[in-house]
């Protein structure tokens, strides 16, 4: 933990409501990049930053100096993220099927895509959102910190508040959905590889 994040938290518990500034500029970025690619939609991953912050914030007495910060603001990203994901899922899916038969997305951020960008992936786009849609919210947040984020194991499962075995299964389960899912995308057609 750096010196100004020390400070930053010292003095938030010791009162000052605007030390709390600090930990938000500092960090603020990193959870919300974190909270979308686990919900999937920036305006969901805006209220996880804030629910994140507001629970750092009320919990902040029973933080321990001698642990690094990030990691703990993690993991209470990561639990508002599984959150809103399960409240998402009771209301309302994250693809359906259109007249054809093909998956869409519901976001309307992916329904209006550039033109490049739709030339170049709009079908893989909308297999990879409802591949990742249907994992489960532990195995897409230990995915996305593993293989987006870049994360240590031993990270994750303290982020996730499991052990590292069973971190390493929820990675393991998502990739093979995910590979699954996918796996119309990765085939090299076979006059290709001739």
Same mark, same amino acid.
């Given at each position: 933990?750096?010196?100004?994040?020390?400070?930053?938290?010292?003095?938030?518990? #010791?009162?000052?409501a605007?030390?709390?500034?600090?930990?938000? /500029?500092l960090?603020?970025?990193? =959870?919300?990049?974190?909270?979308?690619?686990?919900?999937?939609?920036?305006?969901?991953?805006?209220?996880?930053?804030?629910?994140?912050?507001?629970?750092?914030?009320?919990? =902040?007495? /029973?933080?321990?100096?001698?642990?690094?910060?990030?990691?703990?603001?993690?993991?209470? #990203?990561i639990? &508002? *993220?599984?959150?809103?994901?399960?409240?998402?899922?009771?209301?309302?899916?994250?693809?359906?099927?259109?007249?054809?038969g093909?998956?869409?997305?519901?976001?309307?951020?992916?329904?209006?895509?550039?033109?490049? @960008? @739709?030339?170049?992936?709009?079908?893989?786009?909308?297999?990879?959102?409802?591949?990742?849609?249907? =994992?489960? #919210?532990?195995? @897409?947040?230990?995915?996305?910190l593993?293989?987006?984020?870049?994360?240590?194991? &031993?990270?994750?499962?303290? &982020?996730?508040?499991?052990?590292?075995?069973?971190?390493?299964?929820?990675?393991?389960? *998502?990739?093979?959905? =995910?590979?699954? &899912?996918?796996?119309?995308?990765?085939?090299?057609? @076979?006059?290709?590889?001739?």
């Amino acid at each position: 933990m750096t010196d100004e994040e020390r400070q930053a938290v010292r003095d938030a518990k #010791a009162g000052d409501a605007e030390a709390f500034g600090v930990v938000v /500029r500092l960090h603020s970025r990193t =959870l919300f990049r974190t909270a979308a690619r686990i919900v999937g939609s920036a305006a969901a991953a805006e209220d996880v930053v804030q629910e994140t912050l507001l629970r750092a914030f009320r919990a =902040l007495h /029973r933080f321990d100096e001698r642990h690094e910060l990030v990691p703990w603001l993690q993991r209470i #990203a990561i639990n &508002a *993220a599984i959150d809103e994901l399960r409240r998402a899922q009771r209301e309302t899916p994250l693809a359906q099927r259109d007249a054809d038969g093909e998956w869409t997305s519901l976001d309307p951020a992916d329904t209006a895509p550039s033109p490049e @960008r @739709r030339a170049a992936s709009a079908g893989l786009g909308r297999a990879a959102a409802h591949a990742l849609g249907g =994992l489960s #919210a532990d195995e @897409r947040a230990a995915f996305v910190l593993r293989h987006l984020e870049g994360r240590p194991i &031993a990270e994750i499962s303290r &982020a996730l508040g499991k052990g590292d075995n069973a971190t390493k299964q929820s990675i393991f389960r *998502a990739v093979r959905k =995910l590979r699954r &899912a996918l796996a119309a995308w990765t085939e090299v057609p @076979r006059e290709e590889l001739a």
